[in-house]
């Protein structure tokens, strides 16, 4: 059970140098409605906050031959009758401790800082209304008192106080809570407390009154005084950033404001920021929607770098998670990835290395060494992964196409749990992997048959939803590599219905739209090349994928114009491969472009890659034009221009 009230140690080191501190019998000892127990010796031990704890039996203070007992998980303490109660409503009082007999040997329950603590009733005791052991004279003295301290100990002790009033129940009306909190905002109106100490009162005062407490008010004032000042360390920023998350309005122009300063001021405090800290200030920003905060999160990323040995496994998780949705990338995080995780993966949470995969996709982070590190770890320790951890490392090698040295063990162990675990895996996890496994051109075609039967497909769609485009446009693709690629596949096909007619969508999930720059440096040229427009742009196919650009030859190799396509007998799909199509810093196309091309050709295109790296080299529209000739008509006769 918790300590009836919390004295933090701050308050403690004030008592220690204090020239009389708090005695129990004034303070706490409060046994009945009609008074403090006046059989409690003055010469009692001083109040010091602890933690609540569990101690073994034995015998702490005796006075009138009662014994009074620390409480145990075995030994019923001795009960002391209250006036005016039943028999059967007695409640045990000791020095700073309080326990109901019939509840005595169940766990103590978890109170989380500053929230109303729900009194525990049963059938054979009651307590005593907590609200009794906050009565104004102590309160009052226990004010007097911390008067003669400094501010900052004085406005930690009125922190924890409200604190307790805030764990067990008060109302913020009470007298109690009325009193602590006049004195504190009295002593908030002389603006020379800490941060730390302002973050604790602004906690307790959320707690007690909501955003609109005019403490709260008062708290941020003095905080932004402070943060304009640069008075606020690396550890002060974090706590203030968590502070603001609890009562942040972007309405509001003073906290937009504090929030202004404390990016800029952050900013210059970056390379004193530990790992831990940097981990709670991106949680913070995350929670705050800062993703306008370009500049600090960039450098909140470049520091990760610098102490990503330090991380814990917690830490990692949150800072690739918060990175992730604020949608920054630092390359010198993904060096230091690639530094210090193959060591530690063996020994580290499942989850470090599926979120690790997670932000390599999201961030198009094609990593040979940890994508090789993880790949071995898969081979050796997948079954102690969960299906959605495995899904999440499959589908990054697949959608950026690597495939690892150890890709045979890696897919046998792979199919080994889908095996074993299949009916485990999500339905929507489930196509991801498989359609991952595509792009490496691994076809799963064990697997095809239960994901195109009838009742795999009523268990995608759930609950009476209409099927989702991305799971159909994947079935979709799996269906196609069954019968362009895998030509003895004789299993079950995906029904006709449930095709999707065109692969593009907004999200770019199985093709990416040409990028128009490109096509502007290389649609002259081509003209040129071909002596005249007979080209035409953005095809669609009847299997639904988009062309760039489409060009019709006759039998004999000559380019037909438009009004002749009827009469083809070679198509060329030129691909004009933008940077968006390519692995971030790298000449790797991504899985879903290099699954588009292996079906174009299966399709009867010639395919032809105009890559963006190779293109912008060209200086003078004649390199250009023999550059285009080179790649279309690479069996014809060279000629220059």
């Known amino acids: 059970m918790k300590s009836i009230v919390c004295i933090s140690s701050s308050v403690r080191a004030v008592c220690q140098h204090a020239s009389a501190c708090f005695l129990l019998h004034r303070s706490l000892n409060l046994c009945s409605s009609v008074g403090r127990c006046p ?5 009692s031990t001083a109040i010091v906050a602890q933690p609540p704890c569990v101690t073994g039996v034995r015998r702490f203070q005796t006075t009138r031959n009662t014994a009074v007992q620390m409480v145990t998980a075995t030994s019923l303490p001795t009960p002391v009758p209250i006036p005016g109660r039943t028999e059967d409503e007695v409640t045990v009082h000791q020095s700073g401790r309080r326990a109901t007999p019939k509840t005595a040997a169940r766990a103590a329950p978890h109170l989380s800082p500053y929230t109303p603590y729900a009194k525990p009733r049963s059938s054979g005791a009651a307590l005593v209304n907590i609200q009794s052991l906050f009565e104004e004279d102590v309160i009052r003295e226990l004010c007097s008192r911390l008067a003669d301290f400094p501010s900052n100990d004085r406005a930690e002790g009125l922190a924890t106080l409200l604190g307790a009033c805030v764990e067990f129940g008060l109302e913020a009306h009470s007298p109690p809570v009325l009193r602590l909190m006049n004195e504190c905002l009295e002593l908030l109106s002389n603006r020379d407390i800490g941060v730390p100490q302002l973050c604790h009162l602004g906690k307790v005062a959320c707690a007690l009154e909501g955003r609109q407490s005019p403490m709260v008010a008062a708290v941020l004032d003095s905080i932004g005084a402070a943060v304009e000042k640069d008075a606020v360390s690396p550890s002060e920023a974090a706590t203030v950033y968590s502070l603001l998350t609890l009562f942040y309005e972007p309405a509001s122009q003073q906290q937009a404001l504090i929030l202004s ?7 210059r405090l970056v390379h ?3 790992a831990s800290q940097v981990s709670d200030i991106l949680q913070s920003l995350l929670k705050l929607q800062q993703r306008q905060a370009i500049t600090l999160v960039l450098r909140l990323s470049h520091r990760a770098s610098r102490v990503f040995k330090d991380f814990s496994d917690d830490e990692i998780i949150k800072v690739l998670s918060a990175l992730m949705i604020l949608g920054q990338h630092d390359e010198e995080l993904l060096a230091a990835m690639e530094k210090h995780l193959p060591e530690r993966l063996g020994k580290c949470d499942p989850e470090v290395i599926s979120t690790v995969m997670e932000y390599c996709l999201q961030m198009g982070c094609r990593s040979e060494t940890v994508f090789e590190a993880v790949a071995e770890n898969f081979v050796c320790d997948a079954e102690k992964h969960t299906t959605p951890q495995i899904a999440k490392q499959i589908v990054a090698m697949g959608r950026l196409n690597y495939l690892p040295q150890c890709s045979s063990q890696m897919f046998k162990k792979l199919e080994s749990i889908l095996s074993t675990r299949f009916s485990q895996f999500q339905p929507r996890s489930l196509i991801d992997v498989l359609h991952a496994c595509i792009h490496l051109e691994r076809f799963p075609l064990n697997y095809m048959s239960k994901v195109f039967s009838p009742y795999f497909l009523q268990r995608l769609q759930a ?5 989702n485009k991305n799971a159909l446009g994947q079935l979709t693709q799996l269906h196609l590599s069954t019968v362009l690629e895998c030509t003895r596949y004789w299993g079950p096909r995906l029904p006709f219905y449930l095709h999707v007619k065109k692969f593009s969508s907004a999200d770019q999930a199985f093709e990416t739209p040409m990028e128009y720059l490109l096509y502007k440096q290389v649609k002259g040229p ?13 095809i669609f196919t009847q299997n639904g994928y988009t062309i760039d650009v489409e060009i019709c030859l006759d039998e004999n190799g000559f380019v037909l114009p438009l009004s002749q396509w009827d009469h083809t007998y070679k198509r060329i799909a030129l691909c004009l491969d933008g940077q968006n199509r390519f692995c971030s810093n790298t000449k790797y196309l991504l899985g879903k472009e290099v699954t588009k091309r292996r079906h174009l050709d299966r399709m009867g295109y010639e395919v032809v890659q105009i890559p963006y790296f190779e293109f912008e080299k060209l200086r003078t529209q004649g390199e250009k034009i023999q550059y285009l000739h080179n790649k279309i008509f690479p069996t014809i006769s060279k000629f220059s221009y």
């Open 39 to 43: 059989h409690v010796a003055s010469t």
């Open 526 to 538: 081509l003209a040129q090349l071909l002596g005249g427009r007979f080209y035409s742009t953005r």
């Open 463 to 467: 609950h009476g939803e209409p099927f």
């Open 272 to 274: 004193r920021l530990r």
């Open 261 to 267: 300063a404390l990016h800029t001021h952050t900013q």
